[in-house]
């Protein structure tokens, strides 16, 4: 996963993303990383779902902020 794979994304899911990573609300993100596989990005997708499954949040924002 890289921010230049992530940067096909809307800013705007990629912010909701980013807030509810920051906020830890799960389901939020599942949800949301759902729609990213929905813009045609599904290695993006597999790559934060596996970020998200195993909580590493961290590693999410880091990615998210780039």
Known sequence: MSAERLGKVPL??????????????KNLMDNLILKVGATG?????????KLA??????????????
């Open 53 to 66: 499954d195993h909580y590493e949040y961290d590693a999410l924002i880091q990615l998210l902020e780039k």
């Open 12 to 25: 705007e899911l990629v912010e909701q993303l980013r807030n509810a990573t920051l906020s830890g609300n």
């Open 41 to 49: 990005q599904a290695g993006s997708t597999q790559a934060l779902q």
